[in-house]
């Protein structure tokens, strides 16, 4: 065990070290400009990232006066997703959920490891049509997410390094809250 552990946290200092500071700079600005609502969306872990950054964006922020985002996850809802899987399929949760609501002020934070899950990217494409901005955080070689998104953070991973993939997703949401909080304490 200690052996794997020293293994896995020495990949991913690798990968902090290799973090694409530009794209978390680009995302900063755009929250900072934006006037609209911030949608988040992801499938498993990714959709306990969307509920963590909910949580630090929202939450965290408002309650210390510092911002106070329009802030959504849409995977946070069982029932309506289980409603929309079990009568128009699971590929339709997140485009529903939209359908109708984004706007061109708008942003859309969609976090996908494979960046090629159907219900992502179905999202994806209709915010884009209606012209919200896309925030793609993706792993492995990006999918088609990566192509998609106005603004990407990517973690270049072999396929299937979820693990390392979504530890990156999360330290992202950490860094921008965080950097935030100092921001207000200067």
Known sequence: ???????????????LQSSD???????VTLLDKTKGTIYIIGN??????????????GVGLKRRNIKSFDVESL???????????????????????LKDRIKKEDILI??????NSKNITKAVK?????????IGLTGFDGGKLKKLSDINF????????????EDMHSIINYIIYSYYIDLESK
Do not use: R
């Open 1 to 15: 065990m200690k052996k794997f552990a020293k293994k896995y946290i020495k990949h991913l200092i690798s990968v």
């Open 21 to 27: 500071l530009e794209a978390i700079e680009k995302i």
């Open 44 to 57: 498993g872990g990714s959709a306990a990232t969307a509920s963590h950054m909910i949580n630090d964006l």
């Open 75 to 97: 995977s946070d809802n069982t029932p309506v997703c289980t409603a929309l899987a079990n009568d128009i399929g699971y590929k339709n949760i997140f485009y529903m959920q």
């Open 110 to 115: 969609a976090i996908s490891c494979s960046g």
């Open 126 to 134: 209709y915010a884009k049509k209606e012209g919200a901005t896309i």
């Open 154 to 165: 990517h973690v270049a991973t072999k396929k299937g390094a979820y693990g390392i993939v």
